[in-house]
Every structure is written in C-alpha cells, then in structure tokens.
C-alpha cells in the first residue's frame, strides 16, 4: 500500500505557526472524521449526491466492455485520438503518461506489440492541431471524443473539425473510427452518435469530470493501447478498503485532507504544492491541481455563506523544479504545504559510470540515478523543515497500475472528505460553467442571445 508521512508538519519540527499538534488534531477531529467518513459511504449509492464515483472499482460490467471492445479493435488503427478537456482528459493523460513507455510513440509498432500510438488533443490551439494532423493518418486513426455534457465548445469544435476530415476520407464508414464517452441519455453528442451510429461508452450518472479517470472516460483509452486495467483496479478496491476505515490514525486520506484544511484554515498555508519525484508522475500533479482546485474552490458554503475558500494547488516536478521553485518555497512566503511523492524502486536501475577522478563530481561515479533522486527528494524535503515549511511525503513502492490506482483514488476521497470539512460542494463547478456559458454566448450558441448582449457591453469595460 503506500504511504503517507506527515512528520514533517508537527509544530516540533516546524514551529508553532506553521505546523500542528498532530497527534492533539487527530485526537481533536476523530469524531468530525468518523462521522464524515460514515456519511460519503451512506451516501454514495444514493442518486444526486455526486458520489457515484466511489463505486467505480466495482464496476464490473463497465471493466467487461471497455476490455472487450479494446480486444475487438486491437490491430486495426495506428493511432489513437483523444479529444476531451479537463476532466475527461487529464486522468487518462496523467495514467498513460505514468504506465506506458515514455517515449511510447516513438517505439516500433513491434516494440509497442502491436498497440496504437496514444494522443491526447485537450486544448484547441490551431498551430499544434494542424501539426496533429502532419504526423497522424486520420484513415488509421481511432478517435475517442469525451464529454460528459456533449457540448463542450472546445471538444466538440474538435470533433466537428475531425468528423469532417475523416467522411471526406473514408465516406459513410468513418464512423468506425468514432467511439463517444458520454452522458447516457442527455446532450448533443450523444443525439450525434445515436443518429450517426458510433459505438458509445457510459459516462456514469453522478460522476464529475474529475472523478471520472476510473469509469470508461479513463479506462479506455488506457486499455486501447494495452495498459493492465484490472491491475488499476485492484489498487482502488484495496485504497477503498482501507480508506472505509474510520479511524484517521489509520486513513491516510482522512489524515492528508485535515492537514491541508487546518494549514490553510489556521497557519496561512493557502498553496498545496504537489511535487513527484518521477517524471513519470508529471501528469498526476496536473490531474490533482484540477480535483483541488475545481472541488475546493467555492464562493459559498453549504448553508449559503459567502466563504471564497480553497487553497490554491501548484504542480511542480522534482528534481528538475529544485532549479526553479524551490528557492521561492524555501525563502519566500511561508503560504505552501509540499505534497512530495516519492518513488522507492523505480523499473529500472541507473548506474553512473566511475570515470572521472575529479572532486566536483567524482563522488556521482559508482552510485545510481535511483539514488540521486530520492537524495534529492530527502534533502529538498529536510531543506524545508530547516526553513519551517510543512511537507508531508507519499512514497509508492512502484510506478505500476496497482500503486497509482490506490494513489489517485486515495486522492479522491481526500479531496472529498476536504469538500466536508470546508463544508462546501466539492463536486458542482459554478465557476466552470460560468465561463462555458460566456464562451456559447460568444461564439453566437442559439439560446445564450441575451447573454451575448450583456457580455459585449461587459467587454467594453472589462
Ligand atoms: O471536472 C469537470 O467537471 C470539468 O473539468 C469537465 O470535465 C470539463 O469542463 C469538460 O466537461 P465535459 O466532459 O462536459 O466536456
């Protein structure tokens, strides 16, 4: 299982201001935490609650036909093609970074044992999707379009343009380079592919964006090009079996979602740092800026309370952002708690090569990358307690399926179990839609004319 140490976030070793009387917290919010955890488990079966996503590791029929339809189609594209934003694409983007080779496209199609290349098209920059189109065979191409409420202007805009390339090429059969992930009954997409015949996927009622990496938006696209996703499974349903535990001294997530909320509360930390020490993890800092940001940033609380709360979620990346960030998190303001996650056995082992005699770097020869890294990891992290900064640090045995669902699910019920002691909504998104809005009304969407109005004036001002 992995781990969590939060020693580094004691007043002993950080100072009264900046840290907490673990033990005295953990003593103090048991209850709030027993009862926090005993309510997301009541509810999470009941429809509206938005907590469908705690049941994802048990869905069995959605792991059978995300398996099946990989097998069906494995061997017919070179490519596959994943338009989607936000939520429907950062997990899949964050696993596949993590679980596929790093330079997976680069591999020989013997190399990838005859899996497709993966892309992931989540922004709608014109230059780098007319460069998409130089190096991809549309004709080959396997393109698996997500949204969950089907109208997403940036998806779909997407879509439009690659549906449209696509018939021109291969006639009334482009459809079968098509497969929607979307809502199972309401949106356009989903009238779209009805009416166009695309083999579609679910995703589920009750689910956000950002909790969705496990349901079908995550999962195949990962299966598409190989990954185990059953591995990724057994990770959630033993992180679930743990995290049911109402204890905090035993619930990792419970532990890491009260250290932030009484940092940010009570000692000014308002900045969460994620920070692995894995290249291969680069994209699980920007997956968990999105749920922390998106879950935890709220103008008001349950009761309807003006509160403007949530800390602000940074990615960094070690060792490579100890050359940029970790002056200002060492010497600047003390506002930030530092998530690191280390590594304990990486895939490979990386000697360096004994071949110079010189003092400045004479000592590297004969030791490991491995263990320059997680040197790295340890010093930057007791640089830190020398300056007072609170860190807490998350190790996996291993960057596998197995560690990374336990890692991301765990990070799901921490943010959740955040949302209640903020006592906020961690699960709607206000503000998103706000923009969204905006953008429809801009772009001239039918419905959205009043709006339009109103914002063109605001543009003259604003
Ligand atoms: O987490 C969320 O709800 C958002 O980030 C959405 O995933 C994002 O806005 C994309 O929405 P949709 O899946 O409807 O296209």
Known sequence: MIQLNCRNVNSKIVGEENGLNLEQEFTNYQDKIKEIIADLNKRKD???????????GYNEETLWYVKEYASMVQGRFENILVLGIGG?????????????????NLLSEEERNGYPRIFFLDNIDPDSMNALFDVLDLSKTLVNVITKSGSTAETMSQFLIIKDRLEKELQDNYRYNIVATTDKKTGVLRQIAEQEGYKT????????????????VGLLPLALVGI????????????????KNTDIHENIAAQNALIHYLLDTEKGKHISVMMPYSSRLKYVADWYVQLWAESLGKNKDKSGNDVS???TPVKSLGATDQHSQIQLYNEGPNDKIINFIRVKNFDTK??????FEYTGIGYLGGKTINQLINAEADSTRVALADYKRPTVTIT????????LG??????????????????????????VEQAKNYTYALMGRTGYEESAHQLQEKMTTV
């Open 309 to 311: 709360i949530g800390q």
């Open 201 to 216: 996927f679910v995703v589920p009622d009750d689910v956000g964006g950002r909790f969705s990496v496990f349901s079908a």
């Open 228 to 243: 185990d996703i059953d591995s990724i499974i057994n990770g959630i349903k033993d992180m679930d079996l743990a995290l």
């Open 406 to 431: 336990q890692l991301l699910y765990m990070m799901e019920i921490q943010t959740a179990i955040a949302g209640e002691l903020y006592n906020i909504d961690a699960f709607n998104q206000p503000g």
């Open 46 to 56: 009941k429809p509206g609650q938005w907590l469908q996503w705690m049941n994802l």
């Open 396 to 403: 996996l045995d291993k960057v596998d399926g197995y560690h």
């Open 350 to 355: 990386m000697d360096i090569p004994n071949i």
């Open 88 to 104: 429907s694409a950062l997990g899949g983007m964050a696993l596949a970074h993590a679980l596929l080779h790093p330079y997976w």
